[in-house]
């Protein structure tokens, strides 16, 4: 039985986060409770802290690990300035949560030219986040146009 070479159950494409401070455990529930991640997977390392977690959304994965020098692979940045983009149910009502559960807002819920209502957060673990709930469906034509009403 072969397998594939890349995986038919999700998205190809996986953030991976590595979390500051020993608070891998502390960011995966919040992304739980907050974002509607599911767990999948756990793995501690020797010392305590988390060695990879695993978060599903619906199709798409999230990959995430407490920070450390010894598992960090050469040429990465430090952890800190990664960026996601979730889409979500309600932008203003996930915004707002987050915001008061120590996310700090880094652009207000605005409507946008391509047809979705975004806003952009710092999650408390160093890690940016564009939330995003789509309201209209536009072809690239209608996109261009409305880019150009803006000039």
Same mark, same amino acid.
């Given at each position: 039985m072969s397998v594939p070479?890349?995986?038919?159950?999700?998205?190809?494409?996986i953030p991976n @986060? *590595?979390?500051?401070? $020993?608070?891998?455990?502390e960011a995966i529930d919040?992304?739980?409770?907050?974002?509607?991640?599911?767990?999948e997977m756990r793995i501690p390392s020797d010392d305590g802290t988390i060695a990879h977690a695993s978060l599903s959304f619906g199709i798409s994965r999230l990959?995430?690990?407490?920070?450390?020098?010894?598992?960090?692979?050469?040429? @990465? *940045?430090?952890?800190? $300035?990664?960026?996601?983009?979730?889409f979500v149910e309600d932008v203003d009502a996930t915004n707002a949560a987050v915001l008061a559960e120590g996310a700090t807002q880094v652009m207000a819920p605005t409507t946008m030219f391509w047809g979705d209502r975004i806003a952009v957060i710092a999650d408390p673990f160093?890690?940016?986040w564009t939330l995003s709930t789509q309201l209209a469906t536009l072809s690239e034509a209608e996109i261009l146009e409305r880019m150009r009403d803006l000039r």
């Amino acid at each position: 039985m072969s397998v594939p070479p890349i995986p038919t159950h999700h998205a190809p494409l996986i953030p991976n @986060l *590595p979390i500051r401070d $020993g608070r891998c455990a502390e960011a995966i529930d919040w992304y739980c409770r907050h974002f509607g991640a599911a767990q999948e997977m756990r793995i501690p390392s020797d010392d305590g802290t988390i060695a990879h977690a695993s978060l599903s959304f619906g199709i798409s994965r999230l990959y995430l690990s407490d920070f450390s020098p010894s598992r960090q692979i050469v040429g @990465l *940045p430090e952890p800190g $300035g990664f960026r996601c983009f979730l889409f979500v149910e309600d932008v203003d009502a996930t915004n707002a949560a987050v915001l008061a559960e120590g996310a700090t807002q880094v652009m207000a819920p605005t409507t946008m030219f391509w047809g979705d209502r975004i806003a952009v957060i710092a999650d408390p673990f160093g890690h940016a986040w564009t939330l995003s709930t789509q309201l209209a469906t536009l072809s690239e034509a209608e996109i261009l146009e409305r880019m150009r009403d803006l000039r």
